[in-house]
């Protein structure tokens, strides 16, 4: 296996955020906040950032270059594509201003920084190793960004004046895997390749670790999802398993452990591992989580992959965690599943999966509709495997990466 494919293989998951069908005027009563799995994670928090007069809601579709661009979702009102190199991971800030995507450029590796109102790029942030995990902030002046050096950078986003605010340090050069702010803005959440989760606080003058949430768990930690109020956050990766803990007091508490696909107990882990000796390929791999506003339900979502280089998403599971001890389990979506989010009022559910397919679905598990991007086969688009997708923190666009360019797409 070589490096490249271990760089951007899961990269067809898509960095979270914010999705609302409710009247806008009610967008600041009903947040949620939802993470997604990748080798790189993003989560944008709905909140203070989603106007009702967005830079994204100015996008004209009519500038697109259907020639050029053929066979798009209808719902695609903007094309952005970066000078140089190639993308893995993106996130756009909830006030529709700022559009950030990272990857590799030559013999370096970027964060760029589009000015969405202006179309154009304002700055490269450059990192020392592979990067893609990017996160904005909720009132979307900081933007997080991590790589596999281990380090979290917190960039003041300031258009071509952007600059380094603060450096969370690295602990054993373990890299992140996932990354995801808490709605509040005040806790940042960083999943590792150990399968810890480390927790940092930034409500102070200086950010500090706040703690370090650890189970019987060694892998990858793909997905982090916060409930609305910020008191519960809930994790996957590797081990196929959904991990749901209460934030609420000083010391976190595990609450529920849950089996989202059966593992072969004679094949726990195939033993693959990339460059920094961590496993890579395997069974199934929780990629994606969700929560419902009330924390009440979870939604996960997942794939399989196998030394072959053959990729398969599996189908998205539910469950009614409320209860203190016990959980049950709800209707599965029977679709393929990489990212799954649940909408402010819990109506309505997304999946999206790196076929190119992006689907809403009612509470029930009734499919509403579902959208196709072209087949991998388009040079334009990259590899099958460069894919991901995020909901903008507006709630009103979604946000979908390939390899050579991003799309961004308004809900009807």
Known sequence: MNSSRRFVIRSVVFFAGCLSLIPLARAQEQTWNVGVHGAWVISTPCGAGADNDSPLDRLNPAKIDVEKW??????????????????????ASPDGKWLAAGGPDGDGHVVR?????????VAALPHKD????????????????????????????????TKIAAVLEARKDVPYSSLAYAPDG??????????????????????????????????????????????????GG????????????????????????????????PGVKDSGGYPYWGPP???????????????????????????SALAARRWDVSGKKTVKEL??????????????????????????????WEASGEKLRERTFPAAEKSWL??????????????????VVFEKAIFILRLP
């Open 331 to 360: 209707t599965a979506l029977e679709t393929a599943s990489d990212t799954v989010l649940i909408t402010p009022d819990g109506k309505t559910l997304v999946t999206w999966s790196f076929s190119g397919r992006i689907a809403f």
């Open 238 to 269: 590797n081990d196929a398993q959904v991990r749901v803990w209460d934030l609420s007091k000083e010391e976190p508490r595990l609450v529920h452990k849950i089996v989202w696909q059966e593992r072969d107990p004679n094949n726990p882990n």
């Open 285 to 311: 791999s929780v990629t994606s989580v969700a929560l419902s506003p009330d924390g009440k339900t979870l939604l996960a979502g997942g794939s399989q992959d196998s030394p072959t280089g053959t990729l």
């Open 130 to 161: 592979h990067t893609g995990l990017i996160a904005f902030s909720p009132d979307s002046k900081t933007l997080a960004t991590a790589s596999q050096d281990g380090v979290i950078r917190l960039w003041s986003v300031a258009g071509k004046d």
């Open 70 to 91: 053929p066979d798009l979702p209808k719902e695609v009102v903007a094309i952005f594509t970066p000078a140089r190199g190639t993308l893995v991971g993106a996130a």
């Open 186 to 235: 005040k806790t940042l959440a960083g999943g590792l390749r150990n399968g810890d989760v480390r927790l940092w606080d930034l409500a102070g003058l200086k950010p500090r670790e706040r703690v370090v949430l650890k189970d019987d768990f060694s892998l990858r930690t793909w997905a982090l999802a916060f409930s609305a109020d910020g008191k519960t956050l809930a994790t």
């Open 382 to 399: 990259g590899g099958r495997n460069q894919r991901m997708a995020a909901m903008v923190g507006d709630g009103r666009h979604v946000l």
């Open 113 to 121: 920084l589009w000015d969405v109102a202006a179309g154009t790029e």
